[in-house]
């Protein structure tokens, strides 16, 4: 059985030409041990820390971290998970390496942080503890993966990440800050849509069918 709590709810706050950047963490509990989907960024560490506590853990105890991409929102306290393995995807390190000219949200740094942990790179759609499957997100950025599972009392659960940041782009269909392509954010929103009975978007509370 496949249990998940979301440590730190998403919320899309902004203040004039900033942003909070408050994205979901989420803790899922597998078969294979826990499994964390994203960071967050130092602003919110001590929550990921107290969220960690409520179910006995210290980082340390978490021996696999999901990132969804690398946008600083995202990936800011991977430093706290040491003795972890990093989850990431090849077309998102290939983006790293040549983000688009716009992109300024990838975190100085990162890279070398990076290079500080075991880091398993996947490349297509991969199942990553017993029925817990990373698969391709393209649109917010060409390397962003989502995680899908089956859960025994909410059916087909997604972690959306930035692939689906807040309702806005579940009733337009159309993501908003794009580093790809809209097109592929459209196809990316569309099959979320299409498989999902609930989604916990990168930026706002988990949306039920």
């Known amino acids: 059985m496949i249990d998940y709590d979301i440590l730190i709810q998403g919320n899309n706050l902004a203040y004039g030409d900033g ?8 803790l899922l509990s597998t078969e294979a041990g826990p499994l964390l989907f994203d960071t967050g960024h130092y602003g919110n560490r001590v929550a990921l820390l107290r969220g960690l506590k409520r179910h006995g853990l210290e980082p ?11 946008h600083w929102d995202h990936s800011l306290n991977l430093d706290l998970f ?6 990431v995807s090849r077309q998102e390190l290939d983006y790293l390496r040549e983000p688009h000219p716009d992109d300024i949200h990838l975190p100085w740094g990162i890279e070398g942080q990076l290079a500080r942990h075991r880091v398993r790179v996947i490349d297509r759609a991969t199942d990553l ?3 817990v499957q990373a698969f391709p997100a393209p649109g ?16 087909r659960v997604i972690l959306a990440g930035d692939a689906i940041k807040y309702p806005k782009e579940v009733m337009t269909g159309t993501p908003d800050l794009v580093f790809d392509t809209v097109e592929h954010g459209r196809e990316t929103i569309a099959d979320i849509l299409d498989r999902a009975d609930r989604i916990v978007p990168g930026h706002f509370v988990e949306m039920r069918r």
């Open 140 to 155: 917010h950025t060409p390397g962003l993966y989502a995680l899908a599972f089956d859960h025994d009392a909410h059916g």
């Open 60 to 70: 340390a105890h978490v021996p696999r971290v999901f990132l969804s991409h690398l």
């Open 129 to 131: 503890a017993g029925d």
């Open 19 to 26: 942003s909070l950047g408050i994205s979901s963490v989420v």
């Open 82 to 87: 040491s003795a972890a393995e990093i989850i």
